[in-house]
Structures are given as structure tokens and as C-alpha cells.
């Protein structure tokens, strides 16, 4: 069962280095490159996911990128509502994946507790928590 979360009002955005990559997904931002970074420093768990149960969604691949992406590094799954797991980094992975016939990919699943700290706005810290308890409501009133 899954919780529903509360605003932390000493929730500080995680910072942006000139360096780091991000993941916007509408008004949340992640910062990629620090929450890889916390995955390599606390053993987060690496299992293997479906391909085909990721959609392209909107994306736009990139060929020339395509073409030198590394598969059997893990892509990272965060659960933006309960229990529905988005690809916030390795869409080129998972496009190449499916282009090659490649069923499985070894990925890292991050639930809100984990991910929300690379969250880059306080507003889309607060949008987050609104969206997910609402998700959370939709599920318990069916």
C-alpha cells in the first residue's frame, strides 16, 4: 500500500552544477547526474525491466546518439505516480533496446522518497506531492 506523501517545509531544490544533466518532465526537473550519484553511493538495487512495458512516449531519438549508446548500462525508472515507473534517464537506451530486439535492460527503480531530493524547483517539489496524492486518491476510491 502505498503512502501518501507530506510536504517537508525544509525541502531545499537540489542544486544545479554546469555539468549536471537534467530531466524535465513537465514542472518537475530532475537532476540526473546527482541522483546517479546517489544511486552509485547507496546500493541501490539494479534488477531487470521489460522494454516493452516502457512507452517511446514523445521522445525524439537522436540517431547519431543512438548509435553509440551503451544498453547494458542501467537506466534509471522513477515512480512518478503509484505503482507507474517513468524512464527519467536511458530513453535512447531503451529506443535502441527495442530497435534491436533486446527484451530486458538492466534498470535502477527509484520510489519518491529516493527521487524527490533531485527535484531542481520547490514548485515542482509541491506540484509533485499534490500530483502524487491525488494519484493516490484515484487509486483508493476505485
Not at 555539468?19 to 544511486?39: C, L
Not at 547507496?42 to 516493452?52: F, G, H, P, Y
Not at 535502477?108 to 499534490?130: D, N, R, S, V
Request: hydrophobic share 35%; aromatic share 10%.
Amino acid at each position: 500500500m502505498k503512502k501518501k506523501l507530506k510536504i517537508n517545509k525544509h525541502f531545499t531544490p537540489c542544486r544545479i552544477d554546469d555539468e549536471d544533466e537534467m530531466y524535465p518532465n513537465g514542472i518537475f526537473v530532475f537532476n540526473i547526474t546527482k541522483m546517479a550519484e546517489y544511486i552509485r553511493n547507496n546500493s541501490i538495487t539494479c534488477e531487470d525491466v521489460l522494454v516493452k512495458d516502457f512507452s517511446r512516449g514523445s521522445s525524439k531519438f537522436k540517431e547519431s546518439h543512438l548509435a553509440i549508446v551503451d544498453v547494458t548500462k542501467p537506466v534509471i525508472l522513477a515512480e512518478i505516480s503509484p505503482g507507474r515507473y517513468n524512464v527519467i534517464d536511458g530513453n535512447h537506451r531503451m529506443e535502441q533496446a527495442r530497435r534491436l530486439g533486446i527484451e530486458k535492460l538492466p534498470a535502477y527503480k527509484i520510489i519518491p522518497e529516493q527521487h524527490l531530493q533531485f527535484l531542481t524547483t520547490e514548485q515542482g517539489y509541491l506540484a509533485y506531492i499534490e500530483y502524487w496524492n491525488s494519484k493516490l486518491k484515484e487509486i483508493n476510491h476505485h
